[in-house]
Nanobody
Framework: VQLQASGGGLVQTGGSLRLSCSAS????????VGWFRQTPGKEREGISC????????YYDDSVKGRFTISRDNLKNTVTLQMASLKDEDTAIYYC????????????????WGQGTLVTVSS
């Protein structure tokens, strides 16, 4: 059972990047999937989540209007499309799967990916 976040990299300020969260050993269609990020010295913060059905999506104010979360259950993948990236978006991004509901509280998530580094620089 594994969750993997991928797609990070170096991007210029104002650019775009797409992160993917894929699962192996289990299917994501029974899980809400959240994206979190963390920078050194700061607490991990939840930035986006998509419900099990995919009907409901949630965004932190810091990324609202710039990031879009979506899911493709056939591909067992959740994608975070990031646009208009700012320097302060630089962080390690993690995806996590919860069998219950979306939450900014990490404790509801059973599975966590290893993280992918996003660096935004001018």
């Amino acid at each position: 059972v594994q969750l993997q976040a991928s797609g990070g990299g170096l991007v210029q300020t104002g650019g775009s990047l797409r992160l993917s969260c894929s699962a192996s050993g289990f299917t994501l269609d029974s899980y809400a999937v959240g994206w979190f990020r963390q920078t050194p010295g700061k607490e991990r913060e939840g930035i986006s989540c998509i419900s099990i059905s995919g009907t409901d999506t949630y965004y932190d104010d810091s990324v609202k209007g710039r990031f879009t979360i979506s899911r493709d259950n056939l591909k067992n993948t959740v994608t975070l499309q990031m646009a208009s990236l700012k320097d302060e978006d630089t962080a390690i991004y993690y995806c996590a799967a919860s069998p219950k509901r979306c939450s900014w509280y990490g404790g509801v998530y059973d599975h966590w990916g290893q993280g992918t580094l996003v660096t935004v620089s001018s």
